[in-house]
């Protein structure tokens, strides 16, 4: 397992580690419209890679533990409109003593509330629209965390028109201007 795409796809990349998980959910669909699921999970990595800002790469920081959970609701409202919302909560903490002594303390970077939603019209001739809210949580920068990435909510407008094969679409992203950092990492 990897918790870094750029170290499992370069050729001189961190060794994968092992990780050993589980989870518990519950699934149902209520009068045809409604569609809700939950589950609790869990997830232990052997070694967790931390993104080096100031070289550009990863180092392993040791065993990691998460554990969360995920909601996730889909209601048809109309018959041609759809809203959908996901939440997922998230509890990550390095397993064994950091080098600053602490145990327990915060894998930086990692996302701890995430939600999206939003709404969905889908016609029958082709033309389909929505607008979809994101939202990240702030969360540690740091394993002490004593410095904070800042978390954003994003509006988008999404619509599109298919007909056969083909689609065209057309985007407007960050729909409120917010003042927003994707990348966001405490260096020494």
Do not use: C
């Amino acid at each position: 397992h990897s918790n870094d795409a750029r170290d499992a796809v370069q050729a001189k990349g961190q060794p994968l580690s092992r990780a050993t998980g589980g989870e518990i959910g519950t699934r149902t669909n209520l009068w045809d419209r409604l569609d809700l699921a939950a589950a609790l999970w869990t997830l232990d990595l052997d070694s967790e890679l931390v993104f080096v800002g100031d070289d550009g790469t990863t180092e392993p920081r040791g065993p990691t533990r998460r554990w969360g959970i995920d909601f996730e609701a889909r209601y048809q409202t109309l018959e041609w409109l759809y809203a959908d919302f996901d939440l997922s909560y998230a509890d990550p903490r390095f397993r064994l003593k950091q080098s600053n002594g602490v145990v327990g303390a915060a894998i930086p970077l990692a996302p701890t509330l995430l939600m999206n939603g939003g709404l969905t019209a889908q016609f029958n001739n082709g033309f389909s629209g929505a607008v979809r809210l994101r939202y990240l949580d702030d969360r540690p920068a740091n394993e002490t965390r004593t410095f904070t990435a800042r978390g954003y909510v994003l509006l988008d407008l999404l619509l599109r028109y298919r007909w056969r094969n083909l689609e065209a679409a057309f985007q407007v992203l960050n729909l409120t201007d917010t003042d927003w950092r994707e990348a966001q990492f405490d260096t020494n």
